[in-house]
DNA sequence: TAAATTTTCGACACAGTGTTGAGAACTATC
DNA sequence: GATAGTTCTCAACACTGTGTCGAAAATTTA
């Protein structure tokens, strides 16, 4: 039982481990969750089924697993608007993009862990630990801001809520309809909505503007 | 076989199908859409398992039938809205105010059947076609508003599009976390959020305002 | 009341999940 | 490179829930 932070190569059991993470994150991309079998899910990693549950408690804590995988690295894109002030809307938008970019590869079964709202214990679990983090992230931010007399709309906790509920819903309507709207048209719409949600009227607005007068 | 429309009273097997609506209506206010059985909801209505494919195709048909039936209700809440123009915030905000109210009631299983990316073909269906609608109609009223000259940010398509998700997210959040904040302040809130999103700042806004330099 | 129909349900087949325990494969140590 | 201890594997089993079928009962219609 090597200790956390052993030096030691990975045994067997890891690579077996890794092995049906990965068969799972591309068998989850291909159907709905609750189509893959667990009988897939092994034969995939080169195990009999019944081997599967020496490694994972159901095919839930599978998806919970990667999960927890893939959000850290959406939290690493947020970062640095996170930590910026006032309407920064290019640290934003880069923010948004990068996150954008792993919904579109992996959109299907993201879309089922952070969206489903009823996803199973192992998954709700970590989804909650992490919207809360990411919450009161947010929350921090906008009292910052209001702090500095940024006009704010609203109780910061349920703007925060909506800002983050926003960001995945477009994300799952964009996988969900990649041909409805161009990548840009999504990001810029999408940063423009958060701002303005946050701050109202926003000055130099990149989104492409409504038909306007031209009927 | 009865006509549509056919002045004929409700036969035993019509009531049957309206005791199976019911009982899966209060059923699935309880627990979680994929812990309630098909044997449940049949012995809850009084007839027997096997007798329960008599009326329906399966679980997922129950529910997008008692969808179809609450939507329609919704519908009508925002008629008002969707039908005036520019920002009339009290149209909006007592549209929402009914759906809102209707949410606290069955938010369990709408949440289920409407912010659930896989509930199922027939679900799926249902709401599609609703979805459609809905956006259709916000967005016309969307084009409507900049042709009038409102400052409106961003494609209509898109804006409908979040406008009715953002609806979703917050009622569903409400369900979820009754404690984390009053109605009134959920209603003021996600009002001027909405019509931020649309137009930018708002005047007269009724929201409570972020804690101001307070500190 | 009899014929037509609608409705009911027991019995069956099946797919997927989760458990167990005996043994094979691997790893560390000498 | 043998050996003791651990890690891993899998066939066999028990179980739960779904969906189908057809014969019989109940209801409706004429």
């Known amino acids: ?62 998806l919970a697993a990667l999960c927890e995988e893939v959000i850290g690295q959406n939290d690493q894109d947020m970062a640095e608007w996170l930590a910026s002030d ?20 992996d959109g299907r079964w993201l879309r089922e862990a952070l969206a489903n709202p009823d996803p199973g214990a192992e998954v709700l679990e970590v989804r909650e630990r992490l919207n809360a983090k990411g919450c009161s992230i947010v929350s921090r931010r906008i009292e910052r801001d209001a702090r500095a007399g940024l006009t704010v709309g609203g109780p910061p906790a349920l703007l925060a809520a909506m800002v983050i509920k926003l960001r995945i819903m477009m994300f799952s309507e964009a996988y969900a309809n990649p041909e409805e709207y161009t990548e840009d048209e999504l990001l810029d719409t999408l940063t423009d909505a958060i701002l303005r949600l946050l701050y109202g009227t926003v000055p130099e607005s990149a989104a492409p503007k409504a038909p306007a007068a031209s009927a």
Chains 1, 2 share one sequence.
Not at 29 to 54: H, W
Not at 87 to 97: I, P, S, T, V
């Open 86 to 105: 006032g309407l920064d809307r290019e640290a934003l938008r880069q923010g948004l993009a990068g996150a954008l970019g792993r919904w579109r590869v």
């Open 1 to 62: 039982m090597p200790a956390i932070g052993s030096r030691r190569g990975p045994t067997k059991g890891d690579q077996r481990e890794r092995a049906l993470l990965e068969a799972a994150r591309a068998l989850f991309r291909e159907k709905p969750f609750s189509q893959v079998t667990i009988d897939e899910l092994a034969n995939a990693a080169g195990i009999a089924r019944s081997g599967f549950y020496f490694y994972f408690e159901s095919k839930q804590a599978v």
